[in-house]
């Protein structure tokens, strides 16, 4: 199994990116996936997760400005984010369990003020 993820960069407070993260080495279309992120000096936490039925979750602070889809034919998950702040700024990771976890590379997102 294995995640690539991209799409990380500098913007400005208020503005937008999307994260994206291609699998492989696995059925895409039947696993859940996820998004994470570690903060420098921080613990890394939970984001958004989406079902392979393409039902999601999001973190309380995510809701309404982040959103997780996913494109099983591109064997690939995206993370729209809108409205950051400079807290957001954070490296990105994309995440599967199967049987164990699975980690993408980390995709750095900084957000200035």
């Known amino acids: 199994v294995q995640l690539q993820a991209s799409g990380g960069g500098l913007v400005q407070a208020g503005g937008s990116l999307r994260l994206s993260c291609v699998a492989s080495?696995?059925?895409?279309?039947?696993?859940?996936m996820a998004w994470y992120r570690q903060a420098p000096g921080k613990q890394r936490e939970w984001v958004a997760g989406?079902?392979?039925?393409?039902?999601?979750n999001y973190a309380d602070s995510m809701k309404g400005r982040f959103t997780i889809s996913r494109d099983n034919a591109k064997n690939t998950v995206y993370l729209q984010m809108s409205s950051l702040q400079p807290e957001d700024t954070a490296v990105y990771y994309c995440y599967i369990f199967i049987r164990r976890e699975y980690w993408g590379q980390g995709t750095l997102v900084t957000v200035s003020s």
């Open positions: 989406i079902t392979n039925n393409g039902g999601t």
């Open positions: 080495g696995m059925i895409f279309s039947i696993r859940s």
